[in-house]
């Protein structure tokens, strides 16, 4: 099976703007998280989307938004850009199975740099 | 006190030698542990899972987990230059979404 692929890996915005990240999950997965890396902070959870509806969000500002669409594959959105949101973000996959718990599998990574 | 404490390092070894990654957590809810391994510039990739307590092998990687003090460990026997990277432990309690530690970085020089 493939795995997880996020595009693109790497970008480089400005300030205020907005960008879109793209993901597409492990064939079968109906799960997709995405987290945000720093070294700060580490591993910080965004939110969950599970057959094209969000079933679980972290404490991110509304900034951070995002989308599953009916083939599992999600987009996450980050509008007016900040200079602290610099991060790798990370998307995961997993088969969403309830009442257990779903490991997750996850892709290489965005690496979002703004100047 | 977060959920899940792991110390960042970094942890230093010689090839070969036997290393103990450890992590502590305060939620008894925790059910399901995982540990992951990340290199440089890639996204975590999952190495063991474990249920409740006790040990899991995995060739060179035994997971442990005592719930009784709330303290899970990776051991990796043998270890290489190629184990050179960032450990994660994760864990949660049934629900869909883990709460993970900070990472340990692991350097193993030759």
């Known amino acids: 099976k493939a795995g997880v692929t996020q595009t693109p890996r790497y970008l480089i915005k400005t300030r205020g703007q907005q960008v879109t990240l793209s993901c597409s999950p492990i064939s079968g997965h109906r799960s997709v998280s995405w987290y945000q890396q720093t070294p700060g902070q580490g591993l910080q959870f965004l939110f969950e989307?599970?057959?094209?509806?969000?079933?679980n969000k972290g404490n991110f500002p509304g900034r951070f938004s995002g989308r599953q669409f009916s083939n599992s594959r999600s987009e996450m959105n980050v509008s007016t850009l900040e200079l602290g949101d610099s991060a790798l973000y990370l998307c995961?996959?997993?088969?969403?199975?309830?009442?257990?718990?779903?490991?997750?599998?996850f892709g290489p990574g965005t690496r979002l740099t703004v100047l | 006190q977060k959920e899940v404490e792991q110390d960042p390092g970094p942890l230093s070894v010689p090839e070969g030698a036997i290393v103990s990654l450890n992590c502590t957590y305060s939620n008894s809810a925790f059910q399901y542990f995982m540990w992951y391994r990340q290199y440089s510039r890639k996204g975590p990739e999952l190495l063991m899972y474990?249920?409740?307590?006790g040990n899991k092998e995995d060739g060179r990687f035994t997971a442990q987990v005592d719930k009784s003090s709330k303290y899970i460990s990776l051991f990796i026997r043998d270890s290489q230059p190629s184990d050179s990277a960032t450990y994660l432990c994760a864990m949660n309690a049934g629900s869909y979404i883990p709460t993970f530690g900070r990472g340990t970085s692991l350097i193993v020089h030759p």
């Open positions: 995961a996959s997993s088969p969403g199975t309830v009442g257990e718990a779903d490991t997750q599998y």
């Open positions: 474990t249920y409740s307590s």
């Open positions: 989307y599970f057959s094209e509806t969000q079933r």
